[in-house]
């Protein structure tokens, strides 16, 4: 699968996780629903978001993206796939919304590099396979044709094992804290159809990180967002 090359701009060629993008819903009352498809800088990706009750949402998102590469005369395929869940709280006042999240993702990406237990002299093409448990808060305006909203996300991340094509080993090394913040415009297309325009960083807590990761990622999309039906504000 390929998608807008100027995305991969913001990938390393040798990167094995790019953290998806941000699922920010920032309902205001029940029954309100979102579905939203994205081009990333780590693939194609679908959220989907629902307010059980006046204050309790679920939120879901899966993306995959694959790309062939070259680098140092050696042919491979980078892959990247994740999906993740996820149980909120929000609210609002007149001119604000705020929510915050916590969930668990599972995923692997496939990449070439240098990695210590394979190796410190060897280049290879591995695949990681990860969860990650994250939390996420986010804070937002409210209007009604364009938003702005700033997410903090806090997320743990672990690779369980990485394989390459003889041979497979578990990392000794401990999971990875980073931080995620993002900031996040939506803005009424027509209807009930917005686009989105999401940038992140990437941060690790603390220092040294002993795999490839992206640290900016830019997601574009169009979202369906059923709370307009009933409501003239965001």
């Not at 939203?36 to 995959?64: K, M, N, P, R, W």
């Not at 869940?85 to 995923?107: D, H, K, P, T, W």
């Not at 394979?118 to 093409?125: A, D, K, R, Y």
Request: net charge positive; glycine share 12%.
């Amino acid at each position: 699968m390929h998608y807008i090359p100027i995305l991969l701009l913001f990938v390393s060629c040798s990167t094995v996780y790019v953290p998806n993008t941000r699922n920010t819903p920032l309902f205001r009352e029940q029954g309100e629903a979102q579905i939203s498809g994205y081009i990333t800088s780590g693939g194609l990706e679908a959220q989907g978001a629902y307010a059980l009750t006046d204050h309790l949402a679920v939120i879901g998102s899966y993306v995959y993206g694959s790309q062939k590469n070259t680098y140092k005369n050696t042919d491979y395929d980078w892959k990247n796939s994740f999906g993740e869940v996820g149980l909120g709280y929000f609210n609002r006042s007149r001119g604000a919304r705020y929510e915050v999240f916590v969930g668990y993702g599972i995923g692997q990406g496939t990449s070439l590099d240098q990695y210590s237990f394979f190796g410190l002299n060897n280049t290879v093409v591995a695949t990681g396979k990860r969860s990650r448990l994250f939390i996420q808060p986010s804070i937002g305006t409210n209007n009604r044709d364009f938003n702005i909203a700033f997410t903090p996300r806090l997320a743990y991340v672990d690779f369980s094992e990485f394989s390459t094509s003889s041979a497979t080993t578990k990392p000794k090394y401990s999971g990875q804290l980073f931080v995620d913040p993002a900031i996040t415009t939506k803005f009424r297309l027509a209807g009930n159809l917005h686009g989105i325009f999401q940038l992140g960083l990437t941060v690790p807590i603390p220092g040294e990180v002993y795999y490839k990761y992206s640290a900016m990622q830019v997601a574009l999309g169009i979202q369906i967002d059923t709370g307009g039906l009933r409501t003239r504000v965001y």
